[in-house]
């Protein structure tokens, strides 16, 4: 049988005693806790636990705003890379390629009726021919309007289509110098006030099933 003999060394290292950046780190965070370290009565130095936490230093205060602000400025800056190499979203990019995150195009305010189609609208997913043909919708045999002119896009229907001109006159009225046809689709869906609008037209035309059974009189009532 072997015995083996285990020594163990035990040397006090001191923490924070004497050394001036351990000592501010240790109070700090005792104060966090409540500890303060107040004069007495005599004027002699005392230790106390109160309920309190400690106040938080101004160069704490000013670190913090600067981590918060190079956050946010580093946030946005993968946020617009993203944006210009993203495949997806390209029907909103080609309206608004320098647009922020919180750009949609509506005010607040904005009735969900409205701002919906305003969003079916600028991403270009909504319920006219040329999108259901695309996504394979049984009974869409193709995406041409039914004035035969062009397909049924968005663009199509606010500028173009014959069928929708009594009412886009009647949306729109007279433009300065032209009419609705010459306005370009961008500035319509980029404009709050242009975007409700052409939500408001988009509805009347019936073309878009979910809005069948809305009335006229509620549609025109809408506010933004």
């Avoid at 806790?33 to 936490?53: M, V």
């Avoid at 309206?95 to 195009?105: E, I, S, V, W, Y």
Wanted: with cysteine; aromatic share 6%.
């Amino acid at each position: 049988m072997v015995n083996i003999t285990i020594q163990i060394l035990v040397h006090w290292i001191p923490a924070h005693q004497g050394i001036e950046g351990n000592e501010t780190a240790d109070r700090m965070a005792k104060e966090a806790t409540g500890w303060r370290r107040q004069r007495g009565r005599r004027g002699r130095w005392i230790e106390q636990d109160t309920d309190s936490t400690a106040p938080t230093p101004h160069f704490m205060r000013s670190l913090k705003a600067a981590t918060k602000s190079a956050l946010t400025k580093q946030i946005q800056q993968r946020w617009r890379m993203e944006w210009h190499h993203e495949s997806r979203g390209r029907a909103v990019y080609k309206l608004t390629p320098q647009t922020d995150a919180k750009d949609t195009g509506t005010t607040p305010g904005t009735t969900s009726r409205l701002s919906s189609v305003i969003t079916q609208m600028r991403t270009e997913k909504i319920g006219l021919r040329q999108f259901l043909y695309q996504r394979h919708v049984p009974g869409v045999e193709d995406g041409q309007c039914e004035c035969g002119r062009g397909s049924q896009t968005v663009r199509h229907v606010l500028l173009a289509c014959p069928r929708h001109t009594v009412l886009r006159r009647r949306i729109w009225g007279e433009v300065p110098g032209r009419r609705i046809e010459g306005k370009d689709l961008k500035e319509i869906l980029n404009t709050p006030a242009q975007a409700t609008k052409a939500a408001k037209f988009m509805i009347l035309t019936r073309l878009l099933g979910q809005f069948g059974a809305v009335s006229k009189d509620e549609i025109m009532q809408d506010e933004h």
